[in-house]
């Protein structure tokens, strides 16, 4: 197995695509463009990036992003686009994922040689799955925690996002596992707010979780978000486990790698990555980096969900976008069978029965996290009948009914389709 970790990016240049490419390299592992003293043959032979292939794709009439520059001499040229892949020794990093992250994004999307230039797919090798924990508890390790096999985890998250006291966070817990859910989760806006400090909203909330499972037996998965200083995290993870908790969530762009990192080896519990803010790097087809790169960070850091979006959202990404992004976190990074790594994608924003089908269809399997807010709480029939019609548009979906024909026979669903449809 290579010691290298390749990247493949999308790049615009005006520039001749192997100049632009060997400037790419040279950047982010010499460091400059001109031969330096020290800068010896075999120097650059170990430690020097690698542009492994440029595959043309083709001329464009205008740049993509401002302040792009070509060649001092010639002809001004159209800027042309292409997909390179360059790769570095593992030599130049160490296993060390924050000096990966400067290495294959770095400053990069300032040179001037670039008017385009996208992070497309990223590739590490094995050394980094004994270097982090990975997911604690991933796909399998969540259906054990929630009990819940063979179709999706169901969630919602508690609205308003802010606002809200612990007592009235504690009286929707109620209301919604009284109804039939495995999971729930604060917004992403939901921290330890004077309104609702965290150790206060977490004790309502595990009453409420802990008095309907001595009823059911089974114990709803609460993700409370935790994301802050470190001290505090710590802190509040601390709690978690004293309590019984077995979640927290973290919003992966606030507390950054080293944060995850930190709090996974600290951690016994699951942890729930959101991905608040993603639109920086993701929504330029021009700038950024996509979902396919940024995941495999996040997972090597050791989160066990991740958010995905959901069929037909609220935001702008499309669906082709968000069943891609699944399929990533359900492929294994590693080929190890000591190591699972794959983590349970989250399907949310603007979900309800209505989706099930097609994401069943198109992802090819139960295991994901499904989170609904209006898609419940707004059935016209009730929060249990907005449980009850998700739950029926699954059943549908893996025994192969249209939702539409499964309707007829199932209240719930058919009140569920003719609202949210």
């Not at 294959?104 to 590490?124: I, Q, R």
């Not at 802990?210 to 609460?222: E, I, L, N, V």
């Amino acid at each position: 197995m290579s010691n290298r970790i390749f990247a493949t990016y999308l790049i615009e240049t005006a520039y001749p695509v192997d100049q632009a490419a060997a400037a790419m390299a040279g950047e982010q592992s010499s460091g400059t463009f001109r031969a330096m003293p020290g800068e010896t043959a075999e120097l650059l032979a170990r430690f020097g990036a690698r542009v492994e292939s440029i595959d043309i794709i083709g001329d464009t009439q205008y740049p993509s992003l401002p302040h792009s520059r070509g060649p001092k001499t010639g002809a001004s040229q159209r800027p042309r686009q292409a997909k390179v892949t360059i790769s570095w020794s593992v030599e130049n990093t160490g296993t060390i994922l924050a000096s990966v992250w400067s290495t294959v994004l770095g400053n990069l999307f300032e040179l001037h040689h670039f008017s385009a230039l996208k992070l497309l797919t990223l590739e590490f090798p094995d050394s980094f799955a004994d270097a982090y924990p990975g997911p604690g508890f991933g796909v399998s390790g969540t259906r054990k925690l929630t009990g819940v096999y063979d179709r999706p985890i169901v969630g919602t998250i508690f609205k308003p996002s802010v606002g809200l006291t612990p007592e009235a966070t504690a009286e929707l817990a109620d209301m919604m596992i009284g109804a039939g859910l495995d999971f729930l989760k604060d917004d992403e806006l939901m921290g330890d707010p004077p309104h609702s400090p965290f150790a206060e909203r977490f004790e309502a909330v595990m009453k409420v979780i802990d008095r309907h499972a001595d009823r059911t037996g089974r114990k709803a998965m609460y993700a409370v978000n935790i994301s802050g200083d470190m001290d505090a995290m710590r802190r509040q993870l601390d709690v978690i486990e004293r309590r019984g908790g077995t979640c927290a969530m973290l919003v992966l762009n606030s507390t950054g790698l080293s944060g995850v990192i930190e709090i996974r080896r600290h951690s016994s519990v699951a942890l729930h990555g959101h991905r608040a803010g993603w639109g920086l790097y993701d929504r330029s087809p021009a700038l950024g980096m996509s979902y396919l790169a940024y995941q495999k960070f996040w997972r090597l850091a050791g989160v066990d969900h991740l958010h995905v979006n959901g069929l037909r959202n609220k935001f702008c990404e499309p669906d082709d976008s968000v069943i891609a992004s699944a399929q990533e976190c359900l492929t294994p990074m590693f080929a190890r069978e000591d190591r699972p790594d794959t983590v349970m994608p989250v399907f949310s924003s603007a979900q309800s029965a209505v989706q099930a089908e097609e994401t069943y269809r198109r992802l090819g399997t139960t295991d994901l996290i499904y989170c609904c807010g209006g898609g419940i709480i707004g059935h016209p029939h009730g929060v249990e009948a907005g449980v009850r019609s998700i739950h029926e548009a699954w059943q549908a979906a893996r025994e192969g009914i249209p939702a539409t024909e499964y309707a007829r026979a199932h209240p719930a669903l058919a009140a569920a389709l003719d609202s949210f449809a």
